[in-house]
Structure formats: structure tokens, C-alpha cells
């Protein structure tokens, strides 16, 4: 599974403002990574079944997304977090 040009991104705008609110970020930068093509996976979300997480950097900083993916094969993105331990990988 890859994102491809065209592909729906989806999210709960209340889930947004939370984000922005309490974590500094939004779904909104998040998109703008996953359509310039810069994040790593998609992979299994280890702590969630049925849920995938990708990787972005916003404002120099690693951030995991997980999502799940809709039966019209939509990215519906769940929240943001950022991961000091994922500093490596991206």
C-alpha cells in the first residue's frame, strides 16, 4: 500500500484542533509530507490492530501518524505525535 497522487486524505477536524491546540501540530502539515512523498512506511501500528503509521518530519522533528485505511481506500488519519526515539530513521 502506497499513497498515490490523487488519494484521499481524510481526518476528524475535532480531532485537529486538539492537535493544534495541545501538540503544536496539524493534519493539514501532515498532508503537505504525505503528497510531497516525504515520509517513510507505511507499517503495521504496533500498538493498534487494523491501523498503519507513517513517518514525517515537521519543523525538524520526527512525527508518527497512524491511520486506517477506509473501504474506499482513503487515508483517515487517527492523530500526531512526535517521537524523539524516531529521530534516527528520518
Known amino acids: 500500500m502506497h499513497y498515490h ?3 484521499r486524505i481524510e481526518w476528524s477536524e ?3 484542533e486538539l492537535l493544534k491546540a495541545n501538540r ?7 498532508k503537505v509530507e504525505i503528497v510531497a512523498g516525504r515520509f517513510i512506511g507505511p507499517e503495521d ?9 507513517i ?3 515537521i ?6 501518524v497512524p491511520f486506517v485505511v477506509t473501504e474506499e481506500g ?3 488519519l ?3 505525535y512526535k517521537c524523539r526515539a524516531a529521530k534516527g530513521r528520518i
Open 5 to 7: 497522487k490523487g488519494m
Open 14 to 16: 475535532e480531532k485537529n
Open 24 to 30: 503544536n501540530l496539524s493534519f493539514e502539515q501532515v
Open 45 to 53: 501500528n504496533p500498538a493498534r490492530d487494523g491501523q498503519k503509521r
Open 55 to 57: 513517518l514525517v518530519k
Open 59 to 64: 519543523g525538524g522533528y520526527p512525527v508518527i
Open 74 to 76: 482513503s487515508w483517515f
Open 78 to 80: 487517527k492523530t500526531a
